[in-house]
């Protein structure tokens, strides 16, 4: 089975940067859609970008024009890079195939004077 793993969340201040990584356990192409999805307290589960197995991208309103997601096939692993980072974006960041069920313990992006 696919599996999928986070790493890269941290502590930032309001304005900086993060970029989170994806470490995919098979082939990206072998997935149509890779997700990043953030869950904030006391608030469900969101999307906030996916990038297919063509490289199309997409962006929830809002992080868009301040977050990037790409992927290396080489290394297997996609990237969310996150900049101008604001306290609202503080949250638990997921990473999953499009459709699958099964979610890790994801990252921890925490942004905070």
């Known amino acids: 089975q696919v599996q999928l793993v986070e790493s890269g969340g941290g502590l930032v201040q309001p304005g900086g940067s993060l970029r989170l990584s994806c470490a995919v356990s098979?082939?990206?192409?072998?997935?149509?859609?890779v997700g990043w999805y953030r869950q904030g307290p006391g608030k469900q589960r969101e999307l906030v970008a996916d990038i297919t197995s063509g490289g199309s991208t997409n962006y929830a309103d809002s992080v868009k024009g301040r977050f990037t997601i790409s992927r290396d096939n080489a290394k297997n692993t996609v990237y969310l890079q996150m900049n101008s980072l604001k306290p609202e974006d503080t949250a638990v960041y997921y990473c999953n195939a499009m459709g699958r069920p099964l979610w890790g313990q994801g990252t921890q992006v925490t942004v905070s004077s």
């Open positions: 098979g082939s990206i192409f072998s997935i149509y859609a």
